[in-house]
C-alpha cells in the first residue's frame, strides 16, 4: 500500500535562510513523486514532480526536492527563503503507470513559516 | 493561465439533502479527480473520472456518492443524504495525462 510521511507538523526558518522540508514514501514499484503548496483559501498548487531520470528536480518560485531512492525520500528544498513562501506544503505520490492506478496519496502537509 | 474552477465556494446543507458540487476541469485535460479534506487532516481521493467512467474510487466512494460529465465542460459530484461527517473541503482536479494533477480552489461543505 502506498503511504506518505511528512515528519514534521511545522517548520521554522529565517527569511534568506535555506529551507527543507522532509517527506519519506513508501509505494509498490517506481513511484512518481510531487509537491504542491496550499496558501490559505486555496487550492493546491503544483510545484514540481519527479517521474524519471536525474534525482534533482527544480520547480517553480525556485524550489527543487531531490529523489533519493535508497532512502525513499524526496525533500523539498529552497536555498533562500522568502516570507512569501509560507504556505502549508504536501507531498504526494502515485504508483507508477504500470499499476494502472494515478491516484495521489498526500502527506499530512507540513507549515512552512518565514520568520522576517 | 488555464485554471480548474469550482462553484460553489461554500456550500451550507442540512444532514439528509442531497448536494451537488460543481467543477470546470482545464479544457484540454483527459483525466478528472475528486478529493476531499476534512478539518485539520490529508487531503484524500475519492475518485477518478476517465472516458466518460470511474477508473478507480477509493473506499470512501460509496454508493452515496457520484460523479458525472453531464456535458463538455462540468464535472459534478453528487452527494446524497449528506450526513454530518461529509463536511469537508472538496477538491477537483484534473490532469492532462497521468502525471501531474491541477487542483481548483475547493468547496467548503458544511452539513448541519
Known amino acids: 500500500a502506498q503511504s506518505v510521511a511528512q515528519p514534521e507538523d511545522q517548520v521554522n526558518v529565517a527569511e534568506g535562510n535555506p529551507l527543507t522540508v522532509k517527506c519519506t514514501y513508501s509505494v509498490s514499484g517506481n513511484p512518481y513523486l510531487f509537491w504542491y503548496v496550499q496558501y490559505p483559501n486555496r487550492g493546491l498548487q503544483f510545484l514540481l514532480k519527479y517521474i524519471t531520470g536525474d534525482n534533482l528536480v527544480k520547480g517553480s518560485y525556485g524550489f527543487e526536492a531531490e529523489f533519493n531512492k535508497s532512502q525513499t525520500s524526496f525533500h523539498l528544498k529552497k536555498p533562500s527563503a522568502l516570507v512569501s513562501d509560507s504556505a502549508l506544503y504536501f507531498c504526494?505520490?502515485?504508483?507508477?503507470?504500470?499499476?494502472?492506478?494515478?491516484?495521489?496519496?498526500f502527506g499530512t502537509g507540513t507549515r512552512l513559516t518565514v520568520i522576517p | 493561465e488555464p485554471e480548474v474552477t469550482q462553484t460553489p465556494s461554500h456550500q451550507v446543507t442540512q444532514m439528509g439533502q442531497e448536494v451537488i458540487l460543481r467543477c470546470v476541469p482545464i479544457?484540454?485535460?483527459?483525466?478528472f479527480y475528486w478529493y476531499r479534506q476534512i478539518l485539520g487532516q490529508k487531503v484524500e481521493f475519492l475518485v477518478s473520472?476517465?472516458?466518460?467512467?470511474?477508473?478507480?474510487k477509493s473506499e470512501i466512494f460509496d454508493d452515496q456518492f457520484s460523479v458525472e460529465r453531464p456535458d463538455g465542460s462540468n464535472f459534478t459530484l453528487k452527494i446524497r443524504s449528506t450526513k454530518l461527517e461529509d463536511s469537508a473541503m472538496y477538491f477537483c482536479?484534473?490532469?492532462?495525462?497521468?502525471?501531474?494533477?491541477?487542483f481548483g480552489p475547493g468547496t467548503r461543505l458544511t452539513v448541519t
Open positions: 473520472f476517465y472516458n466518460n467512467e470511474i477508473s478507480e
Open positions: 479544457s484540454n485535460h483527459l483525466y
Open positions: 482536479a484534473s490532469s492532462v495525462g497521468e502525471q501531474e494533477q491541477y
Open positions: 504526494a505520490v502515485r504508483q507508477g503507470p504500470q499499476t494502472g492506478a494515478n491516484n495521489l496519496f
